[in-house]
């Protein structure tokens, strides 16, 4: 089957044959349709750090996919040959303390989709059964395609009980952009959007924003506008660092963001102004799929987020808008 592999430790991917998966008794093979480029595919594309210490190499990527079934393994009882689904790409152990007692997704031996086992950007994927989400009829290809980017956004906004409250998000990024959408959804009353890019920040202001901040153009101290919670979905120490001193005494903050390097942190402002922290890491199994399926189908309106399309054939233009930056989500058709 044809699959995009990282198949040289050097920057790039190669569209190359593999062969087919061979599935377990208690795994699904999925024939995929439609996939979206999420930023740690493109950390692997880009061969940074981070990706020359994580990803074995050869082996093909990708982990935001919708497909329909072609192969069930003999013990898989609930799911059927045709069906349309995709899949949370957190794969867990099921014999620890975190996954026996239902924080599943705190699991300390996950492994990852397209990361640390060969992934979706092929014609055929495997995974177990328990990681299949069936996709229900009225959600299109293309949004069931980013699901666990949604997921995400639907983990990290919902942390905080949000309703009439002022929110800070920190990038605009597709997550960022996605919460942004959740945010007003669920009834926060201002929401506002920092990032340094314009293409970004209108977006931001498509999917419920009420304020937008360039912060390269105006430094955050000079923002008038108070917040208790803050998403930090940027990854930029920076950003982290001026949202812990202006956010309100009390303040709740969910970081997304994944920081390159180490961050010196001002602690004086997180312990007396008495802030709260919390990590988020992938999606809650499966609170946060059943929340961001209930979420689309009572009409969250996440569609403005996917700003580009490419048949796979063309995805190196698919990595170069995405390393631009000057885009939302980057669709990948694998059938059209
Ligand atoms: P992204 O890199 O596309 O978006 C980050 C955005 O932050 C960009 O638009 C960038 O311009 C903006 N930015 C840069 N400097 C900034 C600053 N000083 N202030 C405000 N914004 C700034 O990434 P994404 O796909 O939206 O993901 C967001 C972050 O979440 C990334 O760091 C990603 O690695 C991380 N992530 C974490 C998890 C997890 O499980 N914890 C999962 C997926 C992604
Ligand atoms: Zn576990």
Redesign the pocket.
């Known amino acids: 089957m044809k699959a995009l592999v990282k198949s040289k430790p050097e920057p790039g991917l190669w569209m190359e044959d593999v062969p087919v998966p061979t599935i377990d008794p208690h795994e699904v093979l999925v024939e995929v349709d439609v996939t979206a480029i999420?930023?740690?595919d493109l950390h692997i594309y880009n061969w940074d750090k981070w990706a020359q210490k994580t990803i074995p190499v050869p082996m093909h990527i990708g982990h935001e996919f919708v497909g329909h079934v072609v192969e069930v393994g003999k013990d898989v009882k609930n799911i059927k040959v045709g069906e349309r689904v995709s899949g949370e790409g957190h794969i867990t152990c099921d014999y620890c303390k975190n996954c026996r007692t239902g924080k599943s997704h705190l699991c300390a031996h996950t492994v990852g989709l397209g990361v640390n086992r060969p992934g979706a950007f092929a014609e055929y994927v495997s995974l177990p059964a328990k990681n299949i989400i069936k996709v229900p009829k009225e959600i299109p290809d293309e949004i069931a395609a980013i699901f666990d980017?949604l997921g995400?956004s639907v983990h990290t906004a919902l942390s905080f009980d949000l309703i009439g409250e002022s929110v800070f998000i920190?990038?605009?990024?597709?997550?960022?952009l996605m919460s942004t959408q959740i945010a007003k959804y669920v009834g926060a009353k201002n929401i506002i959007v920092?990032?340094?890019?314009e293409y970004?920040l209108a977006l931001a202001d498509k999917m419920g924003a009420t304020h937008t901040v360039n912060?390269l153009h105006t430094p955050l101290d000079s923002v008038e506008h108070e917040y208790d919670i803050a998403l930090e979905?940027?990854?930029?120490a920076?950003?982290l660092q001026t949202l812990i001193k202006n956010i309100s005494h009390g303040g709740k903050i969910a970081l997304?963001?994944?920081f390159p390097e180490h961050v010196s942190i001002d602690w004086d402002n997180v312990i007396f102004k008495g802030l709260h922290l919390k990590g988020?890491?992938?999606r809650e199994m499966f609170t946060t799929w059943h929340k961001m399926l209930a979420l689309l189908q009572s009409g969250l309106p996440i569609s403005p987020v996917i700003t580009h399309h490419y048949h796979i054939d063309e995805f190196q233009s698919g990595f170069e808008i995405m390393n631009s930056?000057n885009c939302g989500k980057v669709i990948l058709n694998w059938k059209k």
């Not at 920190?170 to 960022?176: K, L, R």
């Not at 920092?194 to 890019?197: G, R």
């Open positions: 999420c930023g740690t980017p995400n920190s990038g605009a990024g597709p997550t960022g920092s990032d340094v890019n970004r912060v979905m940027s990854g930029n920076y950003a997304l963001g994944i988020i890491y992938g930056r």
